[in-house]
């Protein structure tokens, strides 16, 4: 069996990983802060998976706990819209998402409040 699982049934949806798992509550809470993060930025997001691809690596590093997964998620999502918008098209999605994982498995999972401009460094975008 894969190590991460979707589940949809209905609109319920959940997202599990060996390390850590997010119930509908805190999925829908990540849509809607995605949601508030593209409008904010005058983005339009056409990938409705995206907020997923954003998430799981991070869910998988092993350094995100219960007690504060929202808060660390949703500043991942903010920094990958920060990070997006900053580059052309040039650079892939991909490549920004590893960025992120790199930098916040580098400190394992600390240093949540430099991740951004850790992450911009990395990337060569001056801030």
Aim: glycine share 4%; charged share 20%.
């Amino acid at each position: 069996m894969d190590q991460l699982q979707l589940f949809e049934q209905s609109q319920n949806e959940a997202i599990i990983t060996k390390q850590h798992s997010l119930n509908e509550r805190k999925v829908q809470q990540l849509l809607h802060y995605q949601a508030m993060v593209c409008k904010q930025m005058e983005w339009v997001e056409t990938d409705p998976d995206k907020v997923f691809q954003i998430v799981l690596p991070i869910l998988k590093s092993g350094y995100v706990h219960e007690q504060n997964d929202l808060q660390i998620l949703k500043k991942v999502i903010l920094i990958y819209y920060h990070v997006r918008s900053s580059l052309s098209d040039a650079t892939s999605d991909q490549t920004i998402i590893t960025g992120i994982v790199q930098q916040y498995a580098l400190l394992s999972g600390m240093g949540i409040e430099t991740l951004a401009q850790r992450v911009c460094t990395a990337l060569g975008i001056e801030e």
